[in-house]
Each structure stands twice: as structure tokens, then as C-alpha cells.
Nanobody, 113 residues
Framework: QVQLVESGGGLVQPGGSLRLSCAASRSIFSIGDMGWYRQAPGKERELVAYATRAGLTKYADSVKGRFTISRDNAKNTVYLQMNSLKPEDTAVYYC???????WGQGTQVTVSS
């Protein structure tokens, strides 16, 4: 069983930045694709970004140019750097691995003045 533990969420003002981390209990290289999803109140969970084992990345249109996903295979950790945050980015952010096979418990991100 793989455990994914997110950290780095919190309250930030509009225009600010946060970096989320997702630490895996097993090699993320062996897990394969790693991604970040988010779910806002009353909305469905949506893909924010993912990175393949080979390092290819994909982003939701709403975060392109503002968010960056990266993976450190040596540390078994995936990151999500979030810049120029907007109130509409407020959500619980989840780390996922293996095309949805594994999920973290989520970390709250609130963007508000």
C-alpha cells in the first residue's frame, strides 16, 4: 500500500505564492504518473497538473503560467509551486499517483484578503 502525505497548504493573500509537497512512502518512479487535483466546495474534483515518470507535464488551462509541478524521484516527493494565486484557487488540494490508484488526504489552500 502506498501512502501519500501532502503539506504546505494554508491561507495566502491574492497574488501570493505557496508550495505544496507530496511525500510518498514508495518510489514515485515506480508509481509512475503523479498529479495534483483540487476540489472546491460544491464542485467536482478537477485535475490541476500532472507529471509523468519521464518528466512530461500537463496543466489545467486555469493554472497555466502560474503553477509548476515538479518531481524529485530521489526524495520520492512531488511539488506544486503556485504563484499569482487567485481567490478561485481556494480548494482542498490532493496528491495522486499511478493514474488515480493512490490518493493523499488533502491539504487546504485558501486565497483571501
Amino acid at each position: 500500500q502506498v501512502q501519500l502525505v501532502e503539506s504546505g497548504g494554508g491561507l495566502v493573500q491574492p497574488g501570493g505564492s505557496l508550495r505544496l509537497s507530496c511525500a510518498a512512502s514508495r518510489s514515485i518512479f515506480s508509481i509512475g504518473d503523479m498529479g495534483w487535483y483540487r476540489q472546491a466546495p460544491g464542485k467536482e474534483r478537477e485535475l490541476v497538473a500532472y507529471a509523468t515518470r519521464a518528466g512530461l507535464t500537463k496543466y489545467a488551462d486555469s493554472v497555466k503560467g502560474r503553477f509548476t509541478i515538479s518531481r524529485d524521484n530521489a526524495k520520492n516527493t512531488v511539488y506544486l509551486q503556485m504563484n499569482s494565486l487567485k481567490p478561485e484557487d481556494t480548494a482542498v488540494y490532493y496528491c495522486s499517483g499511478g493514474l488515480g490508484s493512490y490518493w493523499g488526504q488533502g491539504t487546504q489552500v485558501t486565497v483571501s484578503s
